[in-house]
């Protein structure tokens, strides 16, 4: 009896806390999207001085991250105080290194001590949240030093890093100190000094600029309750139909007994479809309030309307029709996916997709099931890249051979997908094994056959054949811009 009434106590406990935390998160983020329209337009470039933006961006985004996370928002300044101490002191050859060990390696800590010493599944707003996003921005500005490329904060001959300030502002400022997304250096400052390199796809196309798309700021106002509405729906389908389809039902042992194969396969796809709103209505309200402060523009359309896509984290269209497991990575967790690409998968010589997955399972915890999805991911990518190189052309033929094509991958995409990330949302190994066994490890046997089966070009030889794009055929500005196109 006392020990069914501690439990209670305990859950009860739990529960409260993990409502609360996610009470204060949405709380904070709809009070930074009001002030950042108030920012947009009291603290404009053309109204106040870069220091004063960098200032009250920094204390706005601590003051949120105190009133979320309390003291525990204080990891935010060890693990910037710490790289910004190792930029200073090492050389720009060994800098990017240092810089990826010591913030991985602090946020690795403080996630397991958060999941193993204080309480373990509480998937909640919790305050190692915050701290992949500046992880993320912490090694993606050592990297673009180390790369060379001529930063806002470079001079001519003459390298100058940035301030202290600037420093802090880029990673804790109040627009994405909760749930970022991330955004590159260059464009982070170009914003607070209020002077964007904004190209339109006219630019993209053929290499002029209209130049009247240069000579007022658009207003984002139409674009951020486009956002907004799709919050609002989103946040409206999640809690609706979450607890009609819950995950855990999957791993039922009377629902396995006694549901049909097919029918398993239908409601494993409407379980994890459910679960994807949340995450919606988390980016694009993040998205919305950097669009508010007016970061995010990122040039014009061919018909001359504005484009707010710059930092944005998703498009929602994309992933639930995705052909193919690539096109569903490609719009899910979009600045994530370009950071994983610039500091990983471009640079291991080896074995770049197992080194990309790997380090992705690193970044986002300590959950086992977390490694379970994203080496499961290895093999799903290499037999969906297998697949699409030598299946995909004998469809190409027809419309109709290619939209039967369309209709069979997109089926098999999100049947793969809800099966690799069944893992990550039961967080520990025994329901995650459970759930495969029910399966009996099919879509792995399966993808290893298919990758070893079916022959595939290496790397090098991909990218040989793969079109270069100079800076002027890029399709976003100066952070992203320098990067090759991405081979299947």
């Known amino acids: 009896h006392h020990k069914i009434t501690i439990c209670t106590s305990l859950s009860l406990l739990k529960f409260s806390i993990s409502f609360h935390s996610l009470v204060n998160f949405v709380v904070c983020q709809l009070f930074a999207l009001l002030t950042a329209f108030w920012f947009r337009l009291y603290l404009h470039p053309s109204k106040t001085s870069p220091f004063v933006r960098h200032v009250v961006a920094t204390l706005l985004g601590f003051y949120f991250a105190l009133f979320c996370f309390g003291w525990y928002a204080l990891h935010f300044l060890v693990q910037s105080g710490l790289t910004y101490g190792i930029m200073i002191l090492t050389g720009v050859e060994h800098m990017h290194k240092y810089c990826l060990v010591v913030a991985l390696g602090y946020l690795s800590f403080c996630q397991i001590t958060r999941v193993y010493v204080f309480d373990y599944g509480m998937y909640s707003a919790d305050f190692t949240g915050p701290m992949m996003v500046i992880t993320q921005k912490i090694t993606s500005l050592a990297f673009e030093i180390h790369d060379g490329k001529k930063l806002i904060f470079f001079k001519p001959d003459t390298e100058r890093m940035p301030s202290l300030l600037e420093y802090f502002s880029y990673n804790c400022n109040f627009m994405g100190i909760l749930a970022g997304p991330t955004s590159s250096y260059n464009d982070y400052i170009a914003f607070i000094e209020g002077t964007p390199c904004r190209r339109s796809k006219d630019h993209q196309t053929n290499g002029k600029t209209n130049g009247r798309h240069k000579q007022t700021d658009p207003s984002p106002n139409i674009e951020v ?5 799709t919050c609002f729906f989103s946040l409206m389908v999640f809690l609706s139909v979450c607890k009609v389809f819950p995950v855990e039902r999957n791993i039922d042992d009377d629902f396995i007994a006694t549901t049909p194969f097919y029918a398993q396969v239908v409601y494993l796809y409407l379980s994890m479809l459910t679960t994807r709103p949340k995450y919606y209505f988390v980016w694009t309200l993040a998205d919305a309030i950097n669009n508010a402060a007016g970061f995010g523009f990122n040039g014009y359309n061919s018909d001359g309307s504005p484009r707010w896509d710059l930092i944005s984290n998703l498009r929602i269209m994309d992933i639930e029709f995705a052909t193919s ?23 291991c010589p080896y074995n770049p997709t197992a080194a990309t997955f790997i380090l992705s399972a690193m970044w986002h915890g300590a959950y086992p099931g977390y490694y379970l999805t994203f080496l499961t991911g290895i093999v799903v990518t290499l037999a969906a890249r297998a697949m699409r190189h030598n299946v995909r052309p004998y469809f190409l033929g027809s419309p109709s051979h290619k939209l039967l094509y369309d209709g069979i991958t997109w089926a098999g995409t999100q049947i793969a997908i809800c099966y690799t990330v069944v893992p990550f949302v039961l967080l520990s190994v025994g329901p995650s094994m459970k759930f495969y066994r029910s399966w009996y490890f099919s879509v792995h046997i399966g993808c290893v056959l298919l990758a070893v089966a079916l022959p595939v070009k290496p790397r090098h030889l991909r990218l040989k054949e793969a ?11 100066d952070g992203h811009c320098n990067q090759k196109t991405k081979a299947t």
Do not use: G
């Open 225 to 229: 309750v486009r956002k907004l509405a």
């Open 325 to 347: 497991f690539k096109m569903f990575l490609d719009n899910w967790n979009i600045q994530t996916a370009h950071w994983l690409k610039r500091v990983c998968y471009e640079r």
């Open 467 to 477: 079109p270069v794009f100079s800076h002027q055929d890029s399709t976003s500005t």
